[in-house]
């Protein structure tokens, strides 16, 4: 599909006759955002202000009603005002973070669209993209979102372009994939505003050493995932990726890489201690779970889009994987579970009181509790992570 190319992105300094206000920014902010995209997304605004010596940028942390909003981690965030509240933004971005499709509501979707009308600059965060799409404010547009969630952004949304970019600054559309990406995302849009040298005194005062660019993928090499710089097997182990819906034979991966089946084993047993055939099918079941957490296909939709050719054999694979059925992921949303497990935080008025009172829940806890329903959630063994 030819993509249509929707100009430059950025707002620049708003000029009224002679004057020039700042870019008004909204951080619209979704339970269980991400703070870490969060902050990196509007640091390094403070920074420019710092630097300039002049407010270029002002910015808001909105919710849904005003009401505080429990990050991935469980601090409560106090916004600045509710979104409705919201008047003569230049930019609105949505931080999205942990089971983002139950943090979204009609509300603001409702909101993003009538942003958009005004000509607002519309952005997302972490998996704020997915509200964007959700929204219909991304069709025909390319986009980043974390790569957790790309296949499930692209089985649900087929008419956003969906790419692997740490960031992705489209006409009036900004994504970034999350992590530490918005960084670079906001330095690369000053840059665009104010030019390189105050990018490059922003990147000194943080200590960054480069400032990466929209051309950027976001996934680490395979090589640091596998720990091994091993041609063949990175070589087979990136087909296996790319070819999921309709698995390869593994004589055919041995033809394509040049080596006998016999060598390809002994890739497989010698570098990641399993065999290349149960080595695919993790790929393949992990897949089907991000999907299953993700979209809102069918279970035999999921089942063909992971290469599997029945449904029984799809979910006994699966059950073998993780213990239960593919249904079971659909019948417990992740933050109907972390709410079941929330305690009110005790306070105590007096010493005496806090000696004999039990300890609160722990964020940590919570945050634990609500990122079950990630597809990444214990992927990485006990005995791999032990020290």
Not at 84 to 103: P, R
Not at 272 to 286: E, G, K, M, V
Request: aromatic share 6%.
């Amino acid at each position: 599909m030819m993509h249509e190319d929707h100009g430059a992105v950025g707002p620049g300094a708003v000029r009224h006759g002679d004057a020039v206000r700042p870019v008004r920014i909204g951080f619209l902010l979704l339970d269980n955002f991400t703070l870490i995209a969060h902050s990196s997304a509007i640091e390094p605004l403070r920074m420019a202000n710092q630097l300039s010596g002049e407010e270029r940028y002002q910015w808001f942390t909105l919710s849904e009603t005003g009401g505080p909003v429990r990050a991935s981690d469980g601090q409560r965030i106090l916004p600045d005002a509710p979104m409705g509240d919201a008047q003569a933004l230049d930019v609105v971005i949505v931080c999205g973070g942990v089971a983002q499709q139950q943090a979204i509501r009609a509300s603001h979707l409702s909101f993003l669209q009538a942003q958009a009308r005004r000509g607002c600059i519309i952005g997302g965060v972490c998996t704020g993209t997915w509200a964007l799409a959700q929204a219909g404010l991304l069709d025909g547009f390319r986009a980043s979102i974390h790569w957790e969630c790309i296949s499930g952004l692209q089985e649900a949304f087929p008419k956003v372009l969906v790419t692997n970019r740490l960031f992705t600054m489209d006409g009036k559309r900004l994504t970034a994939s999350g992590g530490t990406a918005p960084l670079d995302m906001m330095l690369n849009l000053i840059g665009r505003q104010y030019g390189r040298e105050l990018v490059a005194a922003i990147s000194e005062m943080f200590m960054c050493e480069r400032v990466r660019s929209e051309q950027e993928h976001q996934r680490i090499p395979l090589r640091h995932v596998l720990g091994t710089s091993q041609p063949k097997l990175l070589e087979i182990v990136a087909l296996m990726e790319a070819n999921i819906e309709e698995p390869l034979e593994l004589e055919d991966l041995a033809s394509i890489a040049g080596i006998s089946r016999r060598q390809l084993e002994r890739l497989f047993l010698k570098h990641l201690n399993c065999s290349p055939s149960r080595y695919y099918l993790t790929i393949r079941i992990n897949r089907a779970r991000q999907l299953l957490r993700q979209t809102s296909m069918m279970i035999i939709e999921v089942a063909t889009a992971c290469g599997f050719v029945s449904t029984p054999h799809f979910s006994k694979c699966y059950r073998g994987f993780f213990g239960v059925p593919p249904s079971s992921e659909r019948t417990c949303e992740p933050a109907q579970r972390a709410a079941r497990g929330r305690r009110e935080v005790f306070v105590a008025d007096d010493a005496a009181a806090r000696q004999e009172a039990p300890l609160p829940a722990s964020t940590a806890e919570l945050a634990l509790m609500a990122a079950r329903g990630e597809a990444t959630y214990g992927s990485v063994s006990r005995a791999s992570a032990a020290i």
